[in-house]
């Protein structure tokens, strides 16, 4: 079962949002009717999900256009903090009772705007029977002070009879990030378990689960990231993790090693090279490139091939005896990866790949003041 995600629109509907680019205007009728559609596009598509995502999330411009002035200065609530709080709420709610309408006996939302609502806001705005929040947060640690606002789920549990959480394998380190870390996603989720530990008082009984998340790219309009082929061993690695999170360290690698279907005597090691006096250091989960999961030759094209090629050229690029070699490599190394690539994406996919990571090394060798991302 597939869980449709509603987040962004065509840019012909520009003309109900605030600025180029932004968040649609919840007071503008047309937005609603818009809505409205692309839910009803949803069911046609999937006429059997039984949930539905409607995003609601950093929305940062909300209540500075005109038109939501207008609202706010009709609305019975002199706080004006306050005032555009209940404004979110109440498209949300008007969101989510349009999907209902349709079908979806489940609707999902991100938690960070309405998360800093007041409690009588939350049920005046009758949240708490339309959705189920989805707290997200794909930092290292989220239990850092601060990260999520003061007593959310000592809050939110006190409306919302059932949350999700939502965590990262992939494509939330930054918005360049070519290579994949199971070490920094895998301390995401252990994070989760310790926030639940935290705040049991008020989640025991109420989370849902845990919705892994793996994005294509870190932002809208930022370059493709952490690719999924690559990204595999991260996602079995942290699903592992979750089935039993009492699991040690050596346990839980003999699992992800079976899954992964990796030789048994692999370690998680790395060899060195000397290329021209400079020693170069592969990623330190290139190793898994000998296991033999769905991907792995995009896997060792990425995580070793172009890990060591962007090296070389960081490294000689202002040697003009290695330009040529370079290029080659370059060629090389763009034309395996257009092949593996094409078994898994659309062309448009690998033309943008090719062109913002394999051919933009040649701009450095030509141009070798170039910052290479």
């Given amino acids: ?60 411009h909300i209540a500075e256009d005109h038109r939501c002035k207008a609202r706010l200065s009709i609305m019975v609530e002199p706080d004006h903090r306050r005032a555009v709080e209940k404004l979110k709420l109440a498209h949300i709610s008007k969101v989510a009772l349009l999907a209902r309408s349709a079908g979806f006996q489940e609707v999902f939302a991100w938690n960070d705007m309405f998360d ?33 606002p003061d007593r959310l789920f000592e809050r939110i549990s006190q409306v919302f009879p059932k949350i999700y959480f939502a965590s990262a394998f992939k494509g939330a380190k930054s918005q360049a990030e070519n290579y994949i870390d199971l070490d920094r996603y895998l301390q995401n989720h252990r994070s989760y378990v310790k926030l639940y530990r935290m705040n ?61 279907k990796c030789p048994k005597h692999l370690k998680p090691t790395i060899t060195p090279t000397v290329i021209d006096s400079f020693t170069y250091i592969p990623h330190k989960d290139a190793y898994l490139k000998s296991c033999d999961f769905e991907g792995k030759e995009l896997f060792k094209l990425i995580m070793e091939d172009l890990h060591m090629l962007e090296w070389k050229v960081s490294r000689f690029r202002f040697k003009n005896e290695m330009k040529d070699e370079l290029m080659d490599e370059i060629k090389a190394l763009a034309e395996k990866m257009n092949e593996a690539l094409s078994r898994y994406y659309f062309a448009t996919d690998v033309n943008e790949f090719l062109k913002t990571k394999i051919f933009s090394l040649k701009r450095a060798l030509i141009e070798p003041f170039t910052v290479l991302a």
């Avoid at 949002?17 to 007071?27: A, E, K, L, M, S």
């Avoid at 007041?118 to 850092?144: A, C, Q």
């Fill in 200 to 260: 049991k008082n008020s989640l025991d009984g109420r989370v849902g689960g845990i919705i892994l998340t793996g994005w294509q790219r870190y932002m809208h309009h930022a370059p493709l990231c952490e690719l999924l082929a690559v990204s595999i061993p991260s996602l079995v690695t942290d699903l592992a993790y979750l089935d039993d999170v009492e699991r040690n360290g050596d346990e839980l690698w003999k699992q992800v090693q079976n899954l992964l």
């Fill in 1 to 60: 079962t597939s869980v449709s995600i509603v987040e962004t629109f065509h840019p012909g509907s520009s003309h109900i949002t605030y600025f180029q680019d932004d968040t649609i205007c919840p007071t503008d009728e047309r937005s609603i009717k818009l809505i409205q559609n692309i839910i009803t596009q949803v069911r046609t598509l999937h006429p059997n999900s039984k949930r539905i995502h409607i995003g609601a999330d950093e929305a940062f």
């Fill in 116 to 148: 800093k609502s007041m409690i009588e806001d939350l049920r005046e705005s009758g949240l708490g029977t339309l959705i189920t929040p989805v707290v997200w947060g794909y930092k290292v640690d989220v239990t850092e002070d601060g990260y999520f």
